[in-house]
């Protein structure tokens, strides 16, 4: 061996050994979370609500341009973990939210 295969990590959803720059590259890319406008959000960052929302099992809905803050992400995309004053174990679709 020359050493080509420390570059190469085996792929269990393809199969097949990629190199592993480009499998951190899609990693990178698919973890990325995005706001309804398109804006990448990281933990910590704070939203504002672009729809009022009602929230099953509290029986109280949550107002358009309510700021939710210090969010964090989920290992899902398209929803981000929060803390609202009365709501605790709040979860968003990032379609309804846009970075503050």
Known sequence: MNGESDDYVYDEATGEWRPASEVAA???????????SGNVLADGDSVILIKDLKVKGAGQTLKQGTVIKSIRLTGDPEEIDCRHDTIKGL??????VRKR
Do not use: S
Not at 91 to 96: N, S
């Open 26 to 36: 899609e990693k990178a890319k698919a973890a990325e979370v995005r706001d309804a």
């Open 91 to 96: 979860v968003l679709r990032t379609e309804f």
